[in-house]
């Protein structure tokens, strides 16, 4: 009957916070990488890369423009493909009174409802939305079967696939 006690108080104590450690980092994880292709208007089902994106520490106010300033979190990515192994610091689009980087992409009410969430990495965004979503990026429209994508700039489309937790 003890250890039954002791069981329930652990299980009180120590569950519910670590099952909401899993949902407070929906970005950290293994990914492969699938390129769109744009005569078959799909993505290839073959890996061209994998990235794993950790969580990292969160920015100093004081060393960003104070545009950045109302979010400081941040990840870092790495690229299999990339021989020099750096780590890129990625951050949330900005969606606040003063800058809205969702509008670009025509995603304001989308994020607003939730519906889409991305990080920036400079030269790469990835964003989240439901499996199986259709997508309007600029003038192009691809589903994304996994929820997630990413745009680099002049790499292409690609869909994410999330292969392991870090």
């Known amino acids: 009957m003890k250890r039954l006690l002791i069981l329930m108080l652990s299980i009180a104590a120590f569950g519910p916070a670590h099952a ?96 889409i969430e991305c990080i920036d990495g400079g030269h790469f965004f990835i964003c989240q939305t439901a499996p199986n979503s259709l997508v309007d990026v600029w003038d192009m429209k691809f589903r994304t079967t996994s929820g997630i994508f990413g745009v680099l700039l002049h790499g292409g489309l690609f869909e994410l696939q999330r292969v392991g937790m870090p």
């Open 20 to 115: 909401d450690d899993t949902h407070a980092d929906p970005w950290s994880g293994t990914y492969v990488l699938l390129p769109w292709d744009k005569d078959s208007q799909r993505f290839v089902d073959r890996a061209v890369d994998t990235l794993t994106i950790e969580k990292a520490n969160d920015a100093d106010a004081a060393r960003l423009p104070s545009k950045y300033g109302s979010d400081l979190s941040r990840w870092s990515m790495s690229s299999r493909a990339d021989e020099t192994h750096q780590k890129r610091s990625l951050r949330r689009f900005l969606a606040d009174s003063e800058t809205d980087e969702y509008q670009e992409f025509r995603w304001s009410t989308l994020h607003a409802q939730r519906k």
